[in-house]
């Protein structure tokens, strides 16, 4: 059980931590081009005489040009460590339809099913927006580590509130929680992924509770659940 940092896994954190400090030109970039691209198309649906398929991918391709820069943007929002926000409300249901979105090419390569409740509507957190999303991108990697060699991979989502509290349930159907539990310097290597550093639980842990809230890890007969609860 590694104790201290080795060589490799300072190695693996400086090489996210240059690839985050990149992200913001990066993005930049990337949706300058996406603009002029969902411009170009928003200016083609205004030619009336263009036949009626090309009026539909026009509408297609701005569609997606704009759901492409949003998921840009959460990425970069995501990679600018800064403190809580005092007296930010965060809609938690919107934040975890965000995470799937992020996470949908991953899910569908593993043919990962997903059921989710709760998320049709804002149900809203008095916590900031981007340690939130660490702490739910982490859950999500977590839950998806889990499912990698389980025959028909099954996650399910869920959001709930009461008068004092916004709970996220996010259930896996995995071998179940782990008991022997790598040190917390032991990289997780993910095949053509970015290695894993073994701290998403703990700092995900710290920083529910940096925002008021906590966070629960507990094996089920069926898998791994974790809950998040934060203040309503």
């Given amino acids: 059980m590694a104790e201290h940092p080795t060589?490799?896994?300072?190695?693996?954190?400086?090489?996210?931590?240059?690839?985050?400090?990149?992200?913001?030109s990066v993005v930049h970039e990337a949706n300058n081009?996406?603009?002029?691209?969902?411009?170009?198309?928003?200016?083609?649906?205004?030619?009336?005489?263009?036949?009626?398929?090309?009026?539909?991918?026009?509408?297609?391709?701005?569609?997606?040009a704009h759901r492409v820069s949003a998921l840009l943007g959460s990425v970069r929002e995501l990679s600018r460590f800064a403190p809580s926000r005092e007296g930010?409300?965060?809609?938690?249901?919107a934040l975890m339809r965000t995470v799937l979105d992020v996470r949908?090419?991953?899910?569908?390569?593993?043919?990962?099913?997903?059921?989710?409740?709760?998320?049709?509507?804002?149900?809203?957190?008095?916590?900031s927006w981007r340690p939130t999303m660490q702490i739910v991108l982490n859950l999500m990697l977590n839950a998806e580590a889990a499912l990698?060699?389980?025959?028909?991979?099954?996650?399910?989502?869920?959001?709930?509130?009461?008068?004092?509290?916004?709970?996220?349930?996010?259930?896996?159907?995995?071998?179940?929680?782990?008991?022997?539990?790598?040190?917390?310097?032991?990289?997780h290597p993910q095949d053509d992924e970015a290695p894993r550093l073994g701290l998403g639980l703990d700092a995900s842990r710290w920083l529910a509770q940096r925002e008021g809230g906590e966070l629960h890890?507990?094996?089920?007969?069926d898998g791994t659940t974790a809950a998040l609860t934060l203040r309503a």
């Fill in 88 to 93: 930010e409300m965060t809609d938690l249901s």
């Fill in 33 to 64: 081009l996406l603009q002029v691209i969902a411009g170009s198309a928003e200016m083609m649906q205004l030619n009336s005489s263009l036949p009626e398929s090309a009026l539909k991918r026009s509408a297609t391709i701005a569609e997606h």
């Fill in 217 to 221: 890890v507990r094996a089920t007969p």
């Fill in 104 to 127: 949908r090419h991953a899910l569908n390569k593993a043919q990962v099913g997903v059921v989710v409740d709760g998320l049709h509507e804002p149900v809203f957190a008095r916590a």
């Fill in 148 to 187: 990698r060699h389980v025959s028909g991979p099954r996650l399910a989502v869920r959001v709930t509130r009461d008068d004092a509290a916004v709970s996220l349930l996010i259930a896996d159907n995995g071998p179940g929680f782990p008991t022997n539990v790598p040190g917390r310097y032991a990289l």
């Fill in 7 to 24: 060589d490799e896994w300072v190695e693996a954190a400086n090489c996210l931590a240059t690839v985050a400090h990149q992200l913001s």
